[in-house]
C-alpha cells in the first residue's frame, strides 16, 4: 500500500468526513493487531521537582524555585511510590520533572542508581528538554549525556516535551523550551545507542492543521531511519490554569478533534506499530471509541498523574476499570511492558 | 440489509438484534448519519432551559437511582412553589430565548420539572405548581412529570389518567418527558425497578397524552443488566405506539450510571453508547429527533453522536442532580456558547430551539 502523503493527509485533517477517516484507521490498527488485544501498562508517574525554568504557557504544573509550593522529592518519598507501585504489578515507573536550576547531572545519576540497585523495575524516564538541560548544563554532547543517564540506570525514554514539532508554534507556546530540531535529536542518539522511546503530541492549542502534518511527518521520518519510536501518543492541550488559556480564549479540542488527530495519526504513522489513547486526557469513554479510530493501546493505569491534574482534568480509575473498559469495548485486555510485550492477560 | 435501510425500509425484529450484536460500527454510524441528514438536514438543536427537582423524597426507591430519600432522611429536600419560581427568575443574558422571555423575568425557553413520588403532596399541589409557573411565565415551556408520577398522580387523587393529563394540561403543562420507561423488559423490571408502573402502563399514559394534545419524549435505560433483545423489544413498543399517535418528539437513550446504586456494575462503553444512538436513529424512523444527552453520554460522546444519527444535545440544564448522584462526570450545567461550539466543531448547524422544538435562532 503506498503510503499517504502530506498533501493528502493535510486534506484528510481539514475535510474526510470523519467516520471514513476513522474506518480507514479502524482498518490499519486491525491488520496491524489482528489479534484484537488492546495492551495497558501498569505504572506510576514520579515527578520528582515541579520547578521548572522553561515555563510554557500551556502548562499548570511549574512553580518557581521560590514558590511555598515548589518541591523536590526526597528520596524516601521516592521509594515509597516505587514500593506502592511495585505492589501493584507495577513495571515501569514514568519519571520526569521541571528543569531545575539547582539539580545537577549528580542529583540523576545518583537518582537512578539508588532506584536501580533497589529495585527490579523499568525506568522510563527524562524528556528531551531534561537531557537538553543537563547536556548544555555541562557541556556535554546529547549523545554524552544520554550514555551518562543510561549508565546509571535510564531504560527508555518518554516522548514528552515534542508538544507541537514546528518552531513557529513553540516560539509561541513554549519560547524556552528546546526547539524541533533538538527533540528530534534527543530521540535520534537514543535510538542508535539502542533504546526505544515513545513519541507524543500535543494539539488543540495555536497550531494550523499544517503544523500537525508536519510534526507527524518528521516522526515518521525519524522511524524510518532508526524504528525506535515504540509508540505514539497524541494528546489535546487541557487549558485549565495555564498562562496560554489566560492570554488568549483557546478552546479545549472537541472530542471530533481528538478522533480526527487519533485516527490520521494511524495512518499516517505506517512505521509506528502502536497508537496510545489518553483516557487521561479523554475520559474513558472516548478513549473507548479511540480504539476504533486507530488507537490499539490504553496507555498507563495512572496510579499517579500531577500534571494534567493541574490543569483542572481528573479522573480516577483503576487497574479493574481499565481492564473492563477494554473488554467493554470489544477487545481482550493485556498487561504489557515498557517494550509492548504482553506479560499478563485479563 | 443495510441497503434496503437507505431506501426507506423498516427494520424487523431479527434485524435490529442483528445491529446490535454487530461491531460494525461504522457501516450503522454512517447509515444513521444519512438517516438523520435526510430528516434534519446539517442541523443540530440545543435548548436554553433548566431543570428543577421539586423534591427527592420518593417512595418508589428504584435500585438504579441514586437520587431518591425517604422523607425525613438525611438530604432529603422539598422546594416550595416560591422557591422554584426563583429559580426561574433569572437566566442567560445571552440567550435568543431569553430576549424573549426575559421581559416576563425568566432567561429560559422550557423548564424540566421531574421529581421523587412524594408521600404526602396531594395532586392539586402539583396542580398549583404548574398553574403558578405558568401565569407568572406564560411563555415558558413546561415539560413536566414522568408517566410514572402521572400514574401516581392518578393513584392519590383518585382520577383516570386522562382527567389528570387535562388538569395538568389546563394548568400548564405542554410537554411530557420520557423518563420512567427505563427498560420495558419484565423480568429485567423487576430486578431494576420492582415498584416502578410496568411497561405497559408507562406506554398506556404516554398514548393518552398523546390524545389529550400533550407532546412527550421517549427513554431507554441500557447498560445495566437488559440483553439486545431486550433494547429491539423496547425500541419496538416505542415505535409501534408513535405509529399510533405521532406524539413522540424526540428519543433518548440514557447511558446507566452504576455509582451509588444498588446494582452497582460498570458504565456502558462508549462505543456502545454511539451504536445504540445510531441503531435508535435507524428503528425508530418515526420519530423526528434523537438526542445525545450530555448530562447521561458526557460532552464528548454526545458531540461525537451527533456524526452517528444524533441531532439534538438537549440544553443548558443548569443544575442537574439525579445523574450527578449516580457518579456523573460532566458538568451539572452547560453554556449557551458551550454547545454552540460543541455542534460547529462537529461540522454541524446549531439550532437554538423551544420545548416543542421550533427554531429560534440559527447559527
Given at each position: 500500500m503506498d503510503r499517504i502523503t502530506k498533501e493528502r493527509a493535510l486534506e484528510y485533517l481539514k475535510s474526510a468526513n470523519l467516520l471514513d477517516l476513522g474506518e480507514a484507521a479502524d482498518g490499519m490498527r486491525k491488520s496491524l493487531h489482528p489479534e484484537g488485544i488492546v495492551t495497558f501498562v501498569v505504572d506510576r508517574n514520579i515527578?520528582?521537582?515541579?520547578?521548572?525554568?522553561?515555563?510554557?504557557?500551556?502548562?499548570?504544573f511549574y512553580r518557581d524555585?521560590?514558590?511555598?509550593e515548589a518541591y523536590v522529592l526526597s528520596e524516601d518519598e521516592l521509594f515509597k511510590k516505587i514500593e506502592e507501585t511495585l505492589a501493584l504489578d507495577g513495571t515501569q515507573i514514568l519519571l520526569q520533572g521541571g528543569l531545575h536550576p539547582?539539580?545537577?547531572l549528580d542529583y540523576y545519576t545518583d537518582l537512578l542508581k539508588s532506584i536501580k540497585t533497589r529495585f527490579e523495575i523499568n525506568v522510563h524516564g527524562f524528556s528531551p528538554p531534561e537531557v537538553c538541560y543537563l547536556a548544555k548544563k555541562h557541556n556535554l554532547t546529547i549523545r554524552e549525556a544520554i550514555e551518562i543517564l543510561r549508565q546509571a540506570g535510564l531504560d527508555s525514554i518518554p516522548?514528552?516535551?515534542?508538544?507541537?514539532?514546528s518552531d513557529r508554534v513553540r516560539e509561541v507556546l513554549s519560547p524556552k523550551k528546546i526547539k524541533s530540531g533538538e527533540w528530534l535529536r534527543v530521540m535520534e542518539e537514543a535510538h542508535r545507542l539502542g533504546m526505544r522511546t515513545t513519541a507524543t503530541m500535543m494539539f488543540g492549542?495555536?497550531?494550523?492543521p499544517e503544523d500537525i502534518i508536519e510534526h507527524l511527518d518528521v516522526i515518521r521520518s525519524l522511524q524510518d531511519r532508526t524504528?525506535?519510536?515504540?509508540a505514539f501518543i497524541p494528546w489535546s492541550f487541557q487549558?485549565?490554569?495555564?498562562e496560554l488559556s489566560k492570554e488568549s480564549a483557546v478552546r479545549p479540542a472537541t472530542a471530533i478533534d481528538y478522533l480526527r488527530v487519533l485516527a490520521l495519526s494511524r495512518i499516517y504513522l505506517d512505521n509506528v506499530r502502536n497508537i496510545q489513547a489518553s483516557w487521561v486526557t479523554q475520559g474513558l469513554k472516548l478513549a473507548q471509541v479511540a480504539l476504533r479510530f486507530g488507537a490499539n493501546d490504553f496507555g498507563s493505569t495512572m496510579i499517579e498523574e500531577n500534571v494534567v491534574r493541574a490543569a483542572g482534568v481528573s479522573y480516577s480509575v483503576s487497574k479493574e476499570d481499565i481492564v473492563h473498559a477494554i473488554k467493554a469495548a470489544g477487545f481482550d485486555a493485556a498487561q504489557r511492558n515498557t517494550y509492548y510485550t504482553i506479560i499478563r492477560k485479563y | 440489509m443495510l441497503d434496503r435501510i437507505s431506501n426507506g425500509g423498516r427494520l424487523t425484529r431479527d434485524e435490529t438484534v442483528e445491529l446490535f450484536r454487530s461491531d460494525d460500527l461504522f457501516s450503522i454510524g454512517k447509515l444513521a448519519a444519512e438517516v438523520s441528514e435526510r430528516r434534519n438536514g446539517n442541523n443540530a438543536y440545543f435548548i436554553v432551559n433548566r431543570h428543577i427537582n421539586p423534591?427527592?423524597?420518593?417512595?418508589?426507591?428504584?435500585?438504579?437511582?441514586?437520587?431518591s430519600r425517604s422523607k425525613g432522611e438525611e438530604g432529603s429536600f422539598e422546594l416550595t412553589i416560591d422557591q422554584i419560581l426563583q429559580r426561574l427568575?433569572?437566566?442567560?443574558?445571552?440567550?435568543q430565548a431569553g430576549r424573549g422571555l426575559l421581559k416576563q423575568?425568566?432567561?429560559?425557553s422550557e423548564v424540566h420539572i421531574v421529581g421523587g413520588l412524594h408521600?404526602?403532596?396531594?395532586f392539586d399541589h402539583y396542580i398549583e405548581m404548574i398553574g403558578a409557573i405558568h401565569r407568572t411565565f406564560p411563555r415558558l415551556n413546561i415539560k413536566a412529570f414522568t408517566a410514572v408520577e402521572i400514574d401516581y398522580f392518578s393513584k392519590i387523587s383518585g382520577l383516570g389518567l386522562e382527567e389528570v393529563l387535562i388538569k395538568l394540561r389546563e394548568s400548564g403543562l405542554q410537554i411530557m418527558p420520557?423518563?420512567?420507561?427505563?427498560?420495558?423488559?419484565e423480568g429485567v423490571r423487576n430486578q431494576v425497578c420492582p415498584e416502578k408502573i410496568s411497561g405497559a402502563r408507562w406506554l398506556e399514559v404516554m398514548e393518552i397524552a398523546h390524545r389529550v394534545g400533550i407532546k412527550t419524549n421517549a427513554t431507554m435505560l441500557y447498560?445495566?443488566?437488559?440483553?439486545s433483545e431486550d433494547r429491539v423489544d423496547h425500541l419496538l413498543k416505542l415505535r409501534d405506539l408513535q405509529d399510533k399517535?405521532?406524539?413522540?418528539?424526540a428519543f433518548i437513550s440514557l447511558a446507566y450510571h452504576p455509582k451509588?446504586?444498588?446494582?452497582g456494575g460498570f458504565y456502558s462503553s462508549g462505543i456502545d453508547d454511539l451504536k445504540t444512538i445510531a441503531i435508535s436513529r435507524l428503528v425508530l424512523d418515526n420519530f423526528d429527533h434523537i438526542k445525545a444527552y450530555w448530562i447521561m453520554l458526557g460532552e464528548k460522546i454526545s458531540q461525537t453522536a451527533l456524526l452517528f444519527g444524533a441531532d439534538d444535545l438537549d440544553g443548558t440544564i443548569i443544575e442537574e442532580k439525579i445523574t450527578h448522584s449516580a457518579?456523573?462526570?460532566?458538568?451539572?450545567g452547560m453554556t449557551r456558547d458551550d454547545l454552540i461550539y460543541l455542534i460547529r466543531k462537529a461540522g454541524k448547524t446549531p439550532v437554538e430551539r423551544d420545548g416543542l422544538y421550533n427554531k429560534i435562532w440559527t447559527g
Amino acid at each position: 500500500m503506498d503510503r499517504i502523503t502530506k498533501e493528502r493527509a493535510l486534506e484528510y485533517l481539514k475535510s474526510a468526513n470523519l467516520l471514513d477517516l476513522g474506518e480507514a484507521a479502524d482498518g490499519m490498527r486491525k491488520s496491524l493487531h489482528p489479534e484484537g488485544i488492546v495492551t495497558f501498562v501498569v505504572d506510576r508517574n514520579i515527578n520528582y521537582t515541579n520547578v521548572c525554568i522553561n515555563q510554557c504557557t500551556f502548562c499548570a504544573f511549574y512553580r518557581d524555585a521560590e514558590s511555598p509550593e515548589a518541591y523536590v522529592l526526597s528520596e524516601d518519598e521516592l521509594f515509597k511510590k516505587i514500593e506502592e507501585t511495585l505492589a501493584l504489578d507495577g513495571t515501569q515507573i514514568l519519571l520526569q520533572g521541571g528543569l531545575h536550576p539547582d539539580l545537577g547531572l549528580d542529583y540523576y545519576t545518583d537518582l537512578l542508581k539508588s532506584i536501580k540497585t533497589r529495585f527490579e523495575i523499568n525506568v522510563h524516564g527524562f524528556s528531551p528538554p531534561e537531557v537538553c538541560y543537563l547536556a548544555k548544563k555541562h557541556n556535554l554532547t546529547i549523545r554524552e549525556a544520554i550514555e551518562i543517564l543510561r549508565q546509571a540506570g535510564l531504560d527508555s525514554i518518554p516522548g514528552g516535551g515534542a508538544e507541537i514539532l514546528s518552531d513557529r508554534v513553540r516560539e509561541v507556546l513554549s519560547p524556552k523550551k528546546i526547539k524541533s530540531g533538538e527533540w528530534l535529536r534527543v530521540m535520534e542518539e537514543a535510538h542508535r545507542l539502542g533504546m526505544r522511546t515513545t513519541a507524543t503530541m500535543m494539539f488543540g492549542s495555536i497550531e494550523e492543521p499544517e503544523d500537525i502534518i508536519e510534526h507527524l511527518d518528521v516522526i515518521r521520518s525519524l522511524q524510518d531511519r532508526t524504528g525506535g519510536f515504540t509508540a505514539f501518543i497524541p494528546w489535546s492541550f487541557q487549558p485549565g490554569n495555564t498562562e496560554l488559556s489566560k492570554e488568549s480564549a483557546v478552546r479545549p479540542a472537541t472530542a471530533i478533534d481528538y478522533l480526527r488527530v487519533l485516527a490520521l495519526s494511524r495512518i499516517y504513522l505506517d512505521n509506528v506499530r502502536n497508537i496510545q489513547a489518553s483516557w487521561v486526557t479523554q475520559g474513558l469513554k472516548l478513549a473507548q471509541v479511540a480504539l476504533r479510530f486507530g488507537a490499539n493501546d490504553f496507555g498507563s493505569t495512572m496510579i499517579e498523574e500531577n500534571v494534567v491534574r493541574a490543569a483542572g482534568v481528573s479522573y480516577s480509575v483503576s487497574k479493574e476499570d481499565i481492564v473492563h473498559a477494554i473488554k467493554a469495548a470489544g477487545f481482550d485486555a493485556a498487561q504489557r511492558n515498557t517494550y509492548y510485550t504482553i506479560i499478563r492477560k485479563y | 440489509m443495510l441497503d434496503r435501510i437507505s431506501n426507506g425500509g423498516r427494520l424487523t425484529r431479527d434485524e435490529t438484534v442483528e445491529l446490535f450484536r454487530s461491531d460494525d460500527l461504522f457501516s450503522i454510524g454512517k447509515l444513521a448519519a444519512e438517516v438523520s441528514e435526510r430528516r434534519n438536514g446539517n442541523n443540530a438543536y440545543f435548548i436554553v432551559n433548566r431543570h428543577i427537582n421539586p423534591t427527592n423524597i420518593c417512595v418508589n426507591r428504584c435500585k438504579f437511582c441514586a437520587f431518591s430519600r425517604s422523607k425525613g432522611e438525611e438530604g432529603s429536600f422539598e422546594l416550595t412553589i416560591d422557591q422554584i419560581l426563583q429559580r426561574l427568575s433569572s437566566g442567560f443574558e445571552n440567550s435568543q430565548a431569553g430576549r424573549g422571555l426575559l421581559k416576563q423575568g425568566c432567561g429560559f425557553s422550557e423548564v424540566h420539572i421531574v421529581g421523587g413520588l412524594h408521600p404526602d403532596w396531594p395532586f392539586d399541589h402539583y396542580i398549583e405548581m404548574i398553574g403558578a409557573i405558568h401565569r407568572t411565565f406564560p411563555r415558558l415551556n413546561i415539560k413536566a412529570f414522568t408517566a410514572v408520577e402521572i400514574d401516581y398522580f392518578s393513584k392519590i387523587s383518585g382520577l383516570g389518567l386522562e382527567e389528570v393529563l387535562i388538569k395538568l394540561r389546563e394548568s400548564g403543562l405542554q410537554i411530557m418527558p420520557g423518563g420512567g420507561a427505563e427498560i420495558f423488559a419484565e423480568g429485567v423490571r423487576n430486578q431494576v425497578c420492582p415498584e416502578k408502573i410496568s411497561g405497559a402502563r408507562w406506554l398506556e399514559v404516554m398514548e393518552i397524552a398523546h390524545r389529550v394534545g400533550i407532546k412527550t419524549n421517549a427513554t431507554m435505560l441500557y447498560g445495566h443488566v437488559e440483553t439486545s433483545e431486550d433494547r429491539v423489544d423496547h425500541l419496538l413498543k416505542l415505535r409501534d405506539l408513535q405509529d399510533k399517535t405521532g406524539g413522540f418528539q424526540a428519543f433518548i437513550s440514557l447511558a446507566y450510571h452504576p455509582k451509588n446504586t444498588e446494582i452497582g456494575g460498570f458504565y456502558s462503553s462508549g462505543i456502545d453508547d454511539l451504536k445504540t444512538i445510531a441503531i435508535s436513529r435507524l428503528v425508530l424512523d418515526n420519530f423526528d429527533h434523537i438526542k445525545a444527552y450530555w448530562i447521561m453520554l458526557g460532552e464528548k460522546i454526545s458531540q461525537t453522536a451527533l456524526l452517528f444519527g444524533a441531532d439534538d444535545l438537549d440544553g443548558t440544564i443548569i443544575e442537574e442532580k439525579i445523574t450527578h448522584s449516580a457518579g456523573a462526570m460532566t458538568g451539572e450545567g452547560m453554556t449557551r456558547d458551550d454547545l454552540i461550539y460543541l455542534i460547529r466543531k462537529a461540522g454541524k448547524t446549531p439550532v437554538e430551539r423551544d420545548g416543542l422544538y421550533n427554531k429560534i435562532w440559527t447559527g
